[in-house]
């Protein structure tokens, strides 16, 4: 029997979002929860190696923190706030598709414990090609960087969503998810990016007033799905 149940925002607890207590598995998301919070523990902390395995090429090396801006989001096809939460990453990642110094890397997670590689790839293929959502997807098939990030960097809900600057420190979290989160994430990267010694300050893209307000550039006509989300 699988029973969700939701919890209040600032509920305690921890991470591991499977409990099982009277033989019945409980999932712990947090629909409506929302961040950032500049009281977030994880928020200055710096973040290191993490052994993540891409979906769409298993051999690829994992992601490093530095020297770029990211958003690392850890999500999954069976939350349902996760699934509303997406697209709107994906649309954000397009934007800033020819932006070499930004990466989404958008951790896919089972439901508890360690998944399944072969599983965990299908489902998130095929959530990803049915909602057409560009994006290049990461695993963690051990349950090691959710172990990590429970005990060190606050992750207790999901979806959990994290800007982490060019110094590989966290600068502000999104726990939970609402609908003008979008707006607040896109707002947050244009000043990180700003922030970035490669930046220049006069292609700020909300000097141009025909420029999306939420501070990112246009978005571009769609492009074809790699091929970790198109496989069908």
């Not at 399944?116 to 098939?141: G, V």
């Not at 947050?188 to 550039?217: C, H, S």
Request: net charge neutral.
């Amino acid at each position: 029997m699988i029973r969700p149940i939701r919890l209040p925002c600032r509920a305690r607890g921890p991470l591991v979002t499977t409990l099982v207590a009277a033989g019945a598995l409980l999932l712990v998301i947090a629909p409506g929860c929302s961040g950032p919070s500049p009281a977030h523990p994880a928020v200055g902390k710096r973040i290191g190696g993490i052994p993540l395995v891409s979906i769409a090429d298993p051999s690829r090396p994992a992601p490093t923190f530095t020297g770029r801006v990211t958003l690392l989001n850890f999500w999954g096809t069976w939350c349902p706030p996760c699934r509303r939460e997406l697209p709107g990453l994906g649309r954000i990642a397009t934007r800033l598709a020819d932006d070499d110094r930004f990466q989404l890397v958008a951790v896919s997670c089972g439901a508890g414990g360690p998944d399944d590689l072969d599983e965990i790839t299908a489902d998130t293929k095929r959530f990803l090609d049915r909602e057409r959502i560009a994006i290049e997807p990461w695993c963690d098939p051990r349950g090691v960087v959710r172990m990590v990030f429970s005990e060190g960097y606050g992750f207790e809900v999901f979806p959990t969503t994290y800007l982490v600057g060019t110094d590989g420190r966290i600068r502000r979290v999104w726990a939970g998810y609402r609908n003008r989160d979008e707006a607040d994430i896109a707002a947050a990267l244009v000043e990180a990016l700003k922030d970035d010694p490669r930046d220049d300050p006069r292609d700020d893209p909300r000097d141009d007033p025909r420029d999306d307000p939420r501070g990112l550039p246009p978005e571009q006509p769609p492009r074809p799905a790699p091929a970790a989300a198109a496989a069908r």
